[in-house]
Every structure is written in C-alpha cells, then in structure tokens.
C-alpha cells in the first residue's frame, strides 16, 4: 500500500471517529456518556455498564417532555360546593363578584366646615372706614356735624370725645352721623368714632381723631369815653387761636 493511500485510509477513519465519538463513548472505567442531540436538550445523563443511571447534578431536573401539557386554568378545589347561604355556586365560574360600595371614608364634620366658611366669610369682609369724618371749626352755640362711612351698613356705631385724659361716649352717638351744639367748653377736643359689625364683636375698626375748634368771646368790650379825633382801644378775648 503506497504512501497517498494510507493518509487516505486515516483521515477517513479520523473523520469515522469524529462522527461516532459524541454519539457514544467508553471510558477507561467503563462509564458511558449519553448525549440527546435534540435542539433544545440542556440534560446529559450518564450511565454505568449495566445501563444504570449514575447520580450527577442533572438528577431531579425534568425535561419539558416529561411535564405534558399545562391547563389553561387552574382547577379549583372547591368548585361546585354550597356557600354558607346554600347556593350552589361557591367556587364557580359564573361567580359575580361583591359590586356594593363601601365608603371608609371619614364623615363630614359640618361643625368644622362651618367653621371654616365663618373664617372666610370674615377674612372676605373685614370692616373698613372709606369716608373719614373731618375737623369742624364753629362759632360757639353754632350746630356741629361729623359724618363717617363703613364698607358695611350692617354695623353699630358709638362716637367718642377725648376729655379729662380718657376716651367718653356720646350720648346719642351710635348713628353714622353725629350732630351736636358747640359748646365753648368743647374747644379742642378730640373726637372720634368706633364702627363694630352686628355679627362679630371683634370685627371693629376706628376712625381718625379729629378736632372740634369752638368760636366764643370770653371777654366783651367795655364803653370808653376818648377826645374828639382820638382812637378808642378795642379789647376781645376769644377762646379760639382759629381767628382773623
């Protein structure tokens, strides 16, 4: 047999052997390697010469084969047993679920809602002064008139003069206007006005102080008797500074 005719003889049989190894070995110790050539195979089981399988890491490991097909639904145990009201239906497919509607929500607390729209409705109208009353300067016994306006006609008025070192009230003073006769003695006097609403004591407001300016002779001029041609001294006290 020449050279060419060996080599072949060999590569055939390396090929031979290439093609039957995965198949099926013997190892020295006489354990065979089976191999599933299958496309989704991942499991190798070995076994001894007595076709016995040999414990290793695959054991215990199911193939998809083995599991056979999965139900579409698991079954239910109890299916087609009586519900404590007798109906045969626990369990079942046409079972309806529970559509009452159960509000866990806390109740309302009407006090504090009130509550809460009185705070609104306060914040929303707090009392405001939009015309203020004014200085009045008058003859003495002349009738007097201050006048005051409130963002509310829901309101009570008192009107105040400041003598003595402390605030006094009017008698008649509980209206927007206040009409009083000037009196000599009222010379510089304060006066002022507190506006309150009906519905809430602590809703009040207070207007600007103002002054009251009285007109009167407190001194009256005397009869003199002076030469032709001479000028007579005039002499007139006056209990206000506002004169010309």
């Not at 031979?16 to 020295?28: C, E, N, Q, R, Y």
């Not at 215990?60 to 009201?85: K, L, M, R």
């Not at 009452?100 to 409705?121: A, K």
């Not at 016994?141 to 006094?168: E, L, M």
Request: net charge negative.
């Amino acid at each position: 047999m020449n050279t060419k005719k060996i080599i072949c003889l060999l590569l055939s049989v390396l090929m031979l052997a290439s093609l039957l190894g995965p198949i099926g070995a013997f190892a020295d110790d006489g354990i065979e390697v089976i191999d599933d050539f299958s496309d989704d195979a991942d499991i190798v089981e070995v076994f001894d010469d007595n076709d016995q399988d040999i414990p290793d890491e695959n054991d215990g490991i199911v193939d998809d084969d083995e599991i056979g097909e999965i139900p579409d639904e698991p079954q239910d145990d109890n299916a087609g047993e009586p519900d404590d009201s007798g109906d045969d239906t626990f369990g079942s497919d046409d079972e309806q679920p529970d559509d009452t509607f159960v509000d866990d929500s806390e109740p309302f607390d009407e006090e504090e809602i009130e509550d809460e729209d009185e705070e609104i409705v306060s914040a929303a109208t707090v009392l405001t002064i939009t015309k203020q009353p004014e200085d009045i300067t008058a003859a003495a016994g002349s009738s007097v008139t201050w006048t005051v306006t409130a963002s509310s006609t829901n309101v009570n008025y008192q009107w105040q003069y400041y003598y003595n070192s402390k605030w006094n009230n009017f008698v008649g003073g509980d209206s927007a206007t206040l009409t009083k006769t000037a009196a000599a003695a009222w010379n510089g006097w304060k006066i002022r006005v507190i506006v309150t609403d009906k519905n809430d004591a602590s809703n009040t407001v207070t207007s600007n102080e103002v002054t009251l300016s009285v007109l009167a002779i407190t001194k009256q001029p005397a009869a003199q008797t002076v030469a032709a041609g001479a000028e007579a001294p005039r002499i007139v006290n006056e209990s206000s500074t506002h004169v010309n």
